[in-house]
């Protein structure tokens, strides 16, 4: 069964910095591309950046620059390091998995809160 657990939200001030990570299980995690998804407040789900199984890196063009996606297949985790933080960051970030055959992400932890204050 597979399980995705995001960490490392909060409430931080503009301009600073969070890193979160995502521990999965039950799947070979090197084979799989994994993603980092958000949902602001009154929002749908948007795509923030993606990590290949070859560590090829996508990001949204709101995050260029700005975050890193990283992975450590040694411990079955990815990471999403976010520099200079805007309030229209706030948001519920999810990690995702496109564990089925459809090629889109279809697993999905439970999310980590992060608030970023003017």
């Known amino acids: 069964q597979v399980q995705l657990v995001e960490s490392g939200g909060g409430l931080v001030q503009a301009g600073e910095s969070l890193r979160l990570s995502c521990a999965a299980s039950?799947?070979?995690?090197?084979?799989?591309?994994m993603g980092w998804f958000r949902q602001g407040p009154g929002k749908e789900r948007q795509f923030v950046a993606q990590?290949?199984?070859?560590?090829?890196?996508y990001y949204a063009d709101s995050v260029k620059g700005r975050f890193t996606v990283s992975r450590d297949n040694a411990k079955n985790t990815v990471y999403l390091q976010m520099n200079d933080l805007k309030p229209e960051d706030t948001a519920v970030y999810y990690c995702?998995?496109?564990?089925?055959?459809?090629?889109?992400?279809?697993?999905w932890g439970q999310g980590t809160q992060v608030t970023v204050s003017s």
């Open positions: 990590i290949t199984s070859s560590g090829r890196t």
């Open positions: 039950g799947l070979t995690f090197s084979s799989y591309r």
């Open positions: 995702g998995v496109p564990y089925g055959n459809s090629g889109t992400f279809d697993y």
